[in-house]
Each structure stands twice: as C-alpha cells, then as structure tokens.
C-alpha cells in the first residue's frame, strides 16, 4: 500500500483524475486528493461529478482536502508520503510548480514533494503549447519532475476513450512501480508472429 497525493487541476481531461483516483482506491493505496477551483469547474463540465466525497462513497482510504487548506496534513513535508501526481494539470498550475508559487494546496504539496525528493509527476495538458509552457515544462522535467503527457499511444488499438486515458494512467503507474493491466504492451514485432 501506497500513500500517494493526487492534485486534479483545471485542465481538460477529467477523467484522467477520477480514473487515476479509482484505481489507486480499488487497489487499496491511501489517497489524498486536492481539486483546485479550476478542477473543480472542469469535473463538473465534462463528467457531471460535483461531489467527490459523493462520487467516491464507501472508500475508506480516501482523503480529501479542500484547495485553500494549508493546514492540511499534506502541505508539510513531515507527512510520510510516498509520491504526488497532478492528473490533469494546467499550464497555471505547472507555472506556479516551477516558480515556487503556492497560491493552493496542490503547489503546495508539489513544492514539498520537490524539497524532499520524492516523486512527482505531472500529466499536462494543453495544445498548443507556447514557449512559457515548454520552458517550464523542461525546467521541472530538469529537477527531477515527471512529466506524463496526457496523450495515448496508438500501437495497442485503443477501442474507446477509456482505453486512451488508461494508457497515460499506466504510464504514470509504471513510475510509481505499481503494477496494472491498463494497456496490452508492446512486445516488439517478433513478438507478434
Ligand atoms: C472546460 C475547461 C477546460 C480547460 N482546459 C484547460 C486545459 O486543457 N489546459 C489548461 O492549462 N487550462 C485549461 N483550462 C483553464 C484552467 O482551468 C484555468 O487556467 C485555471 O485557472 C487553472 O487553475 P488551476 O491550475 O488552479 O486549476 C480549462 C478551463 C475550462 C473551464
């Protein structure tokens, strides 16, 4: 069991977080899910979910805290947790992160991730993505920072849009080294005949 930070922000792609969260649930890790504002708006938009408290009934393992609570356990580094992942993330978000700003949680408990050297990862998402964008982007890619974009591979014939977000969250959970049957592998072509 791991005790992993989730930050869903205010970018497109909110089934990449709700998916991302299920999983580490049914596969009995400790979430701690921050949603931003912005998250918040962007869950409601494209998954009619308006409450996860709600959303997520009967999970005992689930943690979750309200964007402006600095208080919270996972805005200091004293808090033993194995890894952060923000799923989806906005360019606003991957700018504050790479600018030590901490106008929410979710920076907050990434600036903390970074200062201790545990694992972070990022899915963003935008297109197209300005200079700003990739320049942050490298810079935390740089220090360490994981960076997951929110994209699917092709070569496994993904069937429908849940089979493309589960190529990412495997991504994703292949750097956390946990393991999942979210995407058929590629085996390389001798290993098709
Ligand atoms: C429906 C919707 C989709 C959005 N998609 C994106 C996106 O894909 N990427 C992005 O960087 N911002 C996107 N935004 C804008 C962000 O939500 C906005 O910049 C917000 O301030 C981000 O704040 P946050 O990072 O604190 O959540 C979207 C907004 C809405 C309402």
Redesign the pocket.
């Known amino acids: 069991m791991k005790k992993i930070i989730v930050g869903i ?5 909110a089934m990449l977080g709700e998916r991302f969260v299920s999983f580490l649930l049914k596969n009995g890790h400790e979430v701690h899910v921050v949603i ?4 918040a ?2 869950f409601q ?2 998954l009619d979910i308006r409450d996860l408290k709600k959303h997520y009934r009967n999970a005992k393992n689930l943690y979750l805290y309200a964007a402006g609570d600095f208080a919270a356990k996972v805005s200091s580094g004293s808090a033993d947790m194995d890894a952060m992942v923000i799923i ?1 993330c ?4 991957v700018g504050a992160v790479a600018n030590g700003i901490t106008l ?1 949680l ?1 920076h907050r408990a990434a600036s903390v991730c970074i200062k201790e050297k545990r694992p972070l990862i990022l899915v963003p ?2 297109s197209p993505l300005s200079p700003i964008h990739l320049k942050n982007l490298l810079y935390l890619s740089e220090i360490g920072v994981h960076i997951v974009p929110a994209t699917t591979a092709f070569y496994h014939k993904p069937k429908s849009v849940e089979e493309m977000v589960d190529f990412t969250i495997g991504r994703v959970l292949d750097l956390l080294k946990m393991d999942h049957e979210l995407f058929t592998r590629w085996k390389g072509k001798l290993g098709k005949r």
Request: aromatic content about 0%; glycine content about 18%; overall charge negative.
């Open positions: 922000s205010g970018a497109s792609g931003s504002s912005g998250g708006a962007v938009e494209e989806p906005s360019m606003s978000t929410n979710i998402r935008e």
